[in-house]
């Protein structure tokens, strides 16, 4: 943290902002292999939007990095579901405990940064009000959120842009939520939607493939 006298932290990063947590908890990944439970102490237990928001970034980017999507995914899941509900953050010890490694998952959150700092300086506070506040629209932002991490988990993973629209998705409910943004909320929730087109396209694509070549087989015996 930052001295009263003025000094800088030791680090360099300012962890007042919101790409401040995340850079730190960049700078601070343990070497070798990183843990949700390791992320989850990085950022702090305080803020789960920013942890949601952390653990998309690593979509940002045409790197693979084995393991992520399950883990990651099923975080943001149980961070949705627990806003959902009102219920402390709870994830079972087989994902807090899952290793990743710490090398190319750092790699990949750097690159996706830069993205991140400019989303974060193109949102506005108090834009569409209406969208950010209030019960219902509570309610029906935080499903999104559950949504984005459902669809992120989906088994497409090796199809263009299967994991980084619904990583969008939940990237941008989580700065709306964060800075009251409705605009951002509302981006969310389109890309969502998309999604869910996009996904019934590959769906419907591929059971006119697989038809074809039942049929073609078919003829041929």
Same mark, same amino acid.
């Given at each position: %943290? ?33 843990? #949700?439970?390791?992320? +989850? ?22 790197? *693979?990095?084995?393991?992520? !999507? ?7 899941? #149980? ?22 490694? !710490?090398? &190319? ?5 750097? &690159?996706? %940064? =830069? ?9 506005? /506070?108090? +834009?569409? =009000? ?5 019960? /219902? ?17 989906? /088994? ?5 842009? *299967? ?7 939940? @990237?941008?409910? =989580? ?7 409705? #605009? ?8 969502? @939607? ?9 769906? $419907? ?6 038809? $074809? ?7 041929? *015996?």
């Amino acid at each position: %943290m930052e001295e009263a006298h003025g000094k800088q932290p030791a680090d360099g990063v300012d962890k007042g902002t919101i790409a401040g947590k995340m850079e730190s908890a960049i700078l601070h990944l343990p070497s070798g292999c990183v843990t #949700l439970c390791e992320i +989850r102490s990085l950022i702090g237990r305080e803020g789960l939007l920013v942890l949601a928001a952390f653990l998309t970034l690593v979509f940002l980017v045409p790197v *693979s990095v084995p393991g992520v !999507s399950t883990v990651f995914g099923a975080g943001i899941l #149980l961070i949705g579901a627990c806003r959902l509900f009102g219920k402390e953050l709870w994830v079972p010890a087989f994902l807090l405990n899952r290793k990743i490694p !710490s090398e &190319k998952l750092a790699g990949a959150l750097r &690159k996706a %940064m =830069a993205f991140f700092r400019r989303l974060e300086r193109l949102s506005r /506070p108090g +834009r569409l =009000a209406c969208v950010a506040s209030g019960r /219902p629209v509570g309610f029906m932002n935080d499903g999104g959120l559950v949504l984005g991490a459902v669809l992120l988990m989906m /088994p497409f993973g090796l199809v263009p842009f *299967s994991n980084t629209l619904p990583a969008l998705a939940v @990237l941008f409910l =989580a700065i709306g939520l964060l800075q009251r943004d409705g #605009l951002c909320i509302l981006v969310g929730h389109l890309i969502n @939607l998309a999604t869910i087109v996009y996904f019934g396209f590959l769906i $419907a694509a591929g059971t006119v493939v697989f038809t $074809a070549v039942l049929k073609f087989f078919g003829r041929g *015996s």
